[in-house]
């Protein structure tokens, strides 16, 4: 081994675990400035160096930095448009897994341009030699997958094999995120490190190539299949899956993979069989009709709930997908297939990241439009406003949402004005306790239980009762978990036990909880006394009154056995 090489797995062996220490930094940070992290950067440019290491040199130092450069430019803009001078904290983070997404797509993408560029020192070079780096890369990220699964088998067997004998502790080390994380790192790293020296990774890569290339034709058909049938089932039957836009993306991302699979750097024929050859073409045709109903799949989730940042994820990879469907088809009717694969590719690709950049940028920011997007429904009246999410607003979409609530506090109707200073009378820390534990802050508590349904109508609950379930809330009965706002509760004051004692009962979707209480000194702390399962949809949703519910013998005698007394549930 020379010096160089030495050097270079000295540098991979230490990214490894830099990168694996800070992801488990990441990883049991529940909140704060930890979540604040450059994930990008920590994910993406140890990768970059990873897959690139052979070209050790001043070129690959160099394209890591700038890499790191705009990643993390990318990362204070972000940063900015989290902060808000009305949180004054970051101890509410909204999640980096779209950006991340977005930004690993277009790097990965990019990174064989950088790598011919750095081998051939000039950005003349054939689209066959960007592909092939691009399938190796691809085939380097796949054998260290399987060698991360073969790792974490081994390991997790001895886990188990660790508590048999009684040490516990072992496993309990092991599976801490800042151990767990680290060693996956340096065995991914490692791993690719021994690929790229081993010739095998690309006679693997050929042969992996050319079985995918025989499934095109196959997914052909598929596709041909359902669009001939859709007519007929119409798209209702599509929608209704809930997944329509999520498996249609899919089949999209199929078919590209497949046909780059097939047709390579576009220069022979994938099939010699020209009947194949034809079938494996038409699943490119077919591509832009997957586009538009992607397009109209998302659009109308948009035209009934407005723009939401997973609702811009989607229409990002619609778009994406979109840029390579209509070039392939293009090719495809222009008879310029399979020879213009490598312009059409690179097109995308750059067109891609121009997108994730101007996406980084205030032009495209997910959580700029969504913010003005929600609001401008608000003021429209698309959406109550007893149903609009301040508190989304406020803690999840950043700067940009504090600037619309700003502004609805200010130019909206009283009750946007009274959710608004709701939502701001929430504290930072609490609600972010509350994305770790799933319960609400004490005011957003009080709110729900004090707005909830109450039977009969003319009645109260009193303060003490409302003090009462505001600190019942996180117990151990889990009768408000996933409570979230007032309508999916009611209150109401029937007896329904024999002995003459005063009840309560709270109603949940599918749980009636009853308490004993004393009407005459509301200053008595409710007491359990039973429950009632079913379906009370009805109580919480419609005009039910107390008129429309009574109560009845039961159908059943209970059963005493050696004094203990059962009851006959039908």
């Known amino acids: 081994m020379n010096n160089i090489d030495k050097k270079r797995y000295i540098w991979v062996i230490i990214s490894a675990i830099i990168q694996g220490l800070l992801l488990g930094l990441y990883a049991i940070a529940q909140s704060g400035p930890l979540?604040?992290?450059?994930?990008?950067?920590?994910?993406?440019?140890?990768?970059?160096?990873?897959?690139?290491?052979?070209?050790?040199?001043?070129?690959?130092?160099?394209f890591l930095l700038g890499l790191a450069g705009v990643l993390l430019l990318f990362w204070c803009y972000r940063l900015w448009s989290w902060y808000s001078p009305a949180v004054g904290n970051f101890d509410v983070v909204p999640s980096q897994k779209s950006d991340l997404i977005r930004?690993?797509?277009?790097?990965?993408?990019?990174?064989?341009?950088?790598?011919?560029?750095?081998?051939?020192?000039?950005?003349?070079?054939?689209?066959?030699?960007?592909?092939f780096q691009f399938c190796r890369n691809l085939f380097l990220l796949f054998q260290a997958s399987i060698v991360i699964a073969v790792f974490w088998g081994l390991l997790?067997?001895?886990?188990?094999?660790?508590?048999?004998?009684?040490?516990?502790?072992?496993?309990f080390v092991i599976f801490n995120p800042l151990i767990a994380v680290p060693l996956s790192s340096l065995t991914i790293a490692i791993s690719i490190s021994v690929a790229i020296k081993h010739p095998g990774i690309d006679s693997l890569g050929r042969w992996i190539l050319s079985v995918l290339a025989w499934l095109l034709p196959l997914f052909?058909?598929?596709?041909?299949?359902?669009?001939?049938?859709?007519?007929?089932?119409?798209?209702?039957?599509?929608?209704?899956?809930?997944?329509?836009?999520?498996?249609m993306l899919l089949l999209q991302f199929g078919t590209i993979i497949l046909a780059n699979a097939a047709w390579l750097d576009g220069n022979k024929p994938a099939f010699k069989n020209p009947v194949v050859n034809f079938l494996a073409q038409i699943s490119l045709l077919c591509l832009p009709f997957y586009t538009v109903l992607c397009f109209y799949s998302v659009g109308l989730r948009i035209q009934q709930?407005?723009?939401?940042?997973?609702?811009?994820?989607?229409m990002f990879l619609v778009v994406v997908t979109g840029i390579w469907g209509l070039g392939y088809a293009g090719a495809v009717l222009l008879r310029k297939w399979p020879v213009a694969i490598g312009k059409v590719n690179m097109v995308c690709v750059l067109a891609m990241a121009a997108?994730?950049?101007?996406?980084?940028?205030?032009?495209?920011?997910?959580?700029?439009l969504s913010a003005f997007n929600q609001a401008q429904r608000l003021q429209s009246g698309e959406i109550a406003p007893d149903e609009f999410d301040y508190i989304y607003t406020r803690f999840h979409l950043g700067r940009y949402g504090n600037k619309v609530l700003a502004e609805l506090a200010k130019n909206g109707s009283a009750p946007i004005k009274k959710g608004v200073e709701a939502a701001m009378a929430v504290n930072a820390?609490?609600?972010?306790?509350?994305?770790?534990?799933?319960?609400?802050?004490?005011s957003i508590r009080r709110e729900i239980i004090s707005q909830a349904k109450i039977l009969p109508e003319d009645s109260k609950l009193p303060d003490e009762y409302i003090d009462y379930f505001v600190d019942e809330w996180g117990g151990s009965s889990g009768t408000f978990q996933n409570i979230t706002k007032s309508s999916e509760l009611a209150f109401m004051f029937l007896d329904v036990e024999r002995n003459g004692t005063g009840n309560l009962i709270l109603f949940t979707a599918n749980t009636g909880t009853i308490y004993k209480i004393d009407s005459s000194n509301s200053s008595i702390a409710p007491e359990f006394s039973g429950s009632i399962h079913g379906e009370f949809e009805t109580i919480l949703n419609s005009?039910?009154?107390?008129?429309?519910?009574?109560?009845?013998?039961?159908?059943?005698?209970?059963?005493?056995?050696?004094?203990?007394?059962?009851?006959i549930l039908k």
């Open 156 to 171: 997790v067997t001895a886990g188990l094999l660790f508590d048999i004998v009684g040490l516990d502790d072992v496993p």
């Open 429 to 442: 820390s609490e609600y972010a306790a509350y994305l770790v534990n799933n319960i609400p802050p004490e």
């Open 35 to 62: 979540r604040c992290m450059p994930l990008t950067v920590i994910f993406l440019v140890p990768f970059a160096f990873w897959l690139t290491q052979e070209h050790w040199g001043r070129r690959l130092f160099n």
């Open 543 to 567: 005009e039910i009154s107390l008129q429309d519910i009574e109560t009845t013998e039961p159908e059943f005698f209970d059963l005493k056995i050696d004094g203990e007394t059962f009851q």
């Open 220 to 247: 052909s058909v598929l596709s041909m299949m359902f669009l001939v049938c859709l007519p007929y089932s119409g798209l209702k039957t599509l929608w209704s899956t809930g997944q329509a836009s999520t498996l």
């Open 355 to 368: 997108i994730v950049t101007i996406m980084n940028s205030p032009v495209l920011d997910p959580y700029r």
């Open 103 to 131: 930004v690993s797509m277009a790097v990965f993408l990019l990174i064989p341009f950088f790598q011919c560029r750095i081998a051939a020192w000039s950005w003349r070079f054939p689209y066959s030699e960007i592909f």
């Open 305 to 314: 709930y407005g723009l939401s940042t997973d609702r811009i994820q989607a």
